[in-house]
């Protein structure tokens, strides 16, 4: 039973990750309805400067582990985040009136970029890399499976993170359709009420 509860936890947490990489392709295809083919590339970005970040910290002899691991976060976030309006302010947007395939290519193309900056510039970076640990690998027993912590936090700040975006998501959703029933109902009346727009609504569609 316990081993199967670590295959469990695994798979979960295997699928929590290809989720929230998922969750960044949806939204940017979503907002600027174009397939960023350099996403896994600003991924690779990311995990590099929460690396540098934790370098720099054992470099100041600061070896505090939550400190280390709030530092390589919020280093990691701040650096895709830049990366990702950078590439969308400066080349996907001004190119949203090319054919696709151009914006696909060009997104390709800089995610080219990016991994050859990170092999080229970063000591040993055509290397895999085992990112230090950064919470305690004493396993934790959950019903007998032993689950390492910082597998175990992931896990729920990514369900955590996937439940905040259905609330969002649903809200605006909500909201919306609110706000359309009002936009009708208002207008409906409106017409109903006021023959000049009765007649301007006539002459829109011919009938007037």
Known sequence: MAILLEYLFNGALLGVIYALVAVGFTLFFGVLDVIK???GDVLTLGAYSGLAAFVSLQFLGLDLPFVSLIVVLAAAMLVTGIAGIVIGQFFVVPMRGSPAFNILLMTLMI???IHECIRLFVPGGANPKAFPALLPRTPVDVAGAY???DSLLLLV???GAAILL???FSVMKKLFG???IAALVFGGYML????DLQQRALDLIGIG
């Not at 109903?192 to 023959?195: A, D």
């Open 178 to 180: 609110v706000a359309l």
């Open 111 to 113: 995610g080219t970029a």
């Open 157 to 159: 700040l990514g369900i």
């Open 147 to 149: 689950i390492r912590l």
């Open 166 to 168: 259905w609330l969002v």
């Open 192 to 195: 109903w009420t006021n023959p």
């Open 37 to 39: 083919f350099s996403h």
